[in-house]
């Protein structure tokens, strides 16, 4: 169950469009709408799983929230100040407070530095600490919490296991002691054993220090360990948002059972949802009229020529879509 705590971030009505621009003079002939209003709470040791296919715009949604790309409308607003309206340079100190972890430590790591620097880095620009032995030990304690070892410190990335090398992703954002991880397809490119170690890594971490998470996925059956909340995302809009137990229990919209079709069941007694999406993912430059997920619905009625609200099923349950009611 969510608990009923003040949000720590609170988003409302996102929207992040990017510009398609064709032509000399770069004349802009529309957009795509990655997020189209998106409204989510997050408080202090909850987890939010955002699940979508590739190209729903769940990635949009990580990076607008930090800003690395400016939401075009909405609110975001960060223990009540709202993060749209400050400058670059006031920005700076929020950004502290939200940190990513993202899906591909290789990359994300800076295979030049040895792992003393990448953990250094965040602690020196954000001017944390006041003296070398404190920047020492800030991060050696971030380096076992993720459960390596100090020794490791002076060792480049490439001497790591991706296991090892996404723990010291996690280390740096840890480092600065941030509020919220949002962690973007953090554990994907790992095997499922590692993927196990990651995710209880990440719940152990966030049972002790109270961190809120954004955890950005494609694959529902990695969010049933660590996720109080489930919101489902179709073309930069959310179709379901429910507690992940009852969204795993009951999924109400069509895409969400479709989507768990596709998730092999911990319970081999448990009847499987036999819904499967149809066809491929339709472009957010050009999301088709009426309920965006029509074309693949299996569901589809002539009422879905139109665009169905998000409806409030019950405190914490909602889904677009015009099969369900407040009934149900
Ligand atoms: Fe399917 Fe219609 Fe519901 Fe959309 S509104 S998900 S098309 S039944």
Same mark, same amino acid.
């Given at each position: 169950?969510?608990?009923?705590?003040?949000?720590?971030?609170?988003? *409302?009505?996102?929207?992040?469009?990017?510009?398609?621009?064709?032509?000399?003079?770069?004349?802009?002939?529309?957009?795509?709408?990655? #997020?189209?209003? !998106?409204?989510?709470?997050?408080?202090?040791?909850?987890?939010?799983?955002?699940?979508?296919?590739?190209?729903?715009?769940?990635?949009?949604?990580?990076? $607008?929230?930090?800003?690395?790309?400016?939401?075009?409308?909405?609110?975001?607003?960060?223990?009540?100040? =709202?993060?749209?309206?400050?400058? =670059?340079?006031?920005?700076?100190?929020?950004?502290?407070?939200?940190?990513?972890?993202?899906?591909?430590?290789?990359? @994300?790591?800076?295979?030049?530095?040895? +792992?003393?620097? %990448? !953990?250094?880095?965040?602690?020196?620009?954000?001017? %944390?600490?006041?003296?070398?032995?404190?920047? =020492?030990? *800030?991060?050696?304690?971030?380096?076992?919490?993720?459960?390596?070892?100090?020794?490791?410190?002076?060792?480049?990335?490439?001497?790591?296991?991706?296991?090892?090398?996404?723990?010291?992703? %996690?280390?740096?954002?840890?480092?600065?002691? /941030?509020?919220?991880? %949002?962690?973007?397809?953090?554990? @994907?490119?790992?095997?499922?054993?590692?993927?196990?170690?990651?995710?209880?890594?990440?719940?152990?971490?966030?049972?002790?220090?109270?961190?809120?998470?954004?955890?950005?996925?494609?694959?529902? $059956?990695? +969010?049933?360990?660590?996720?109080?909340?489930?919101?489902?995302?179709?073309?930069?809009?959310? #179709?379901?948002?429910?507690?992940?137990?009852?969204?795993?229990?009951?999924? =109400?919209?069509?895409?969400?059972?479709?989507?768990?079709?596709?998730? /092999?069941?911990?319970?081999?007694?448990?009847?499987? +949802?036999?819904?499967? #999406?149809?066809?491929?993912?339709? &472009?957010?430059?050009?999301?088709?009229?009426?309920?965006?997920?029509?074309?693949?619905?299996?569901?589809?009625?002539?009422?879905? &020529?139109?665009?169905?609200?998000? !409806?409030?099923?019950?405190?914490?349950?909602?889904?677009?879509?015009?099969?369900?009611?407040?009934? &149900?």
């Amino acid at each position: 169950m969510s608990a009923p705590t003040t949000p720590l971030l609170r988003v *409302r009505d996102l929207k992040t469009y990017f510009p398609i621009r064709r032509g000399l003079l770069r004349r802009q002939v529309g957009a795509v709408r990655a #997020v189209d209003g !998106l409204s989510f709470d997050l408080s202090a040791g909850q987890t939010l799983a955002l699940v979508g296919e590739s190209g729903c715009g769940k990635t949009t949604v990580g990076r $607008s929230v930090l800003r690395l790309v400016e939401p075009t409308a909405g609110s975001i607003q960060l223990e009540g100040q =709202e993060l749209l309206q400050l400058s =670059e340079k006031e920005l700076q100190p929020l950004r502290q407070k939200v940190q990513m972890v993202f899906q591909d430590p290789m990359t @994300s790591l800076n295979p030049r530095m040895r +792992v003393r620097q %990448i !953990l250094s880095e965040g602690l020196k620009s954000f001017g %944390i600490c006041k003296n070398p032995g404190e920047l =020492e030990d *800030r991060v050696a304690a971030a380096m076992s919490r993720v459960q390596l070892l100090p020794e490791q410190l002076d060792r480049f990335p490439h001497e790591f296991s991706g296991g090892q090398r996404q723990r010291i992703g %996690i280390a740096r954002a840890l480092a600065v002691e /941030p509020q919220v991880l %949002i962690c973007d397809e953090a554990v @994907s490119a790992l095997d499922v054993s590692i993927q196990a170690q990651i995710l209880n890594l990440l719940s152990e971490l966030q049972e002790e220090l109270s961190l809120a998470y954004l955890f950005i996925t494609h694959d529902l $059956s990695v +969010v049933r360990f660590l996720a109080h909340d489930v919101a489902v995302m179709y073309l930069g809009q959310i #179709v379901e948002q429910a507690p992940s137990t009852e969204l795993f229990a009951k999924p =109400e919209h069509p895409y969400t059972q479709g989507l768990l079709a596709a998730v /092999p069941s911990p319970d081999p007694d448990q009847p499987r +949802v036999q819904a499967r #999406v149809l066809g491929d993912l339709p &472009s957010p430059a050009s999301p088709p009229a009426g309920c965006r997920f029509h074309p693949r619905c299996g569901q589809a009625l002539a009422r879905c &020529s139109t665009d169905p609200p998000l !409806l409030e099923l019950k405190a914490g349950r909602e889904a677009r879509c015009w099969l369900v009611d407040a009934e &149900s």
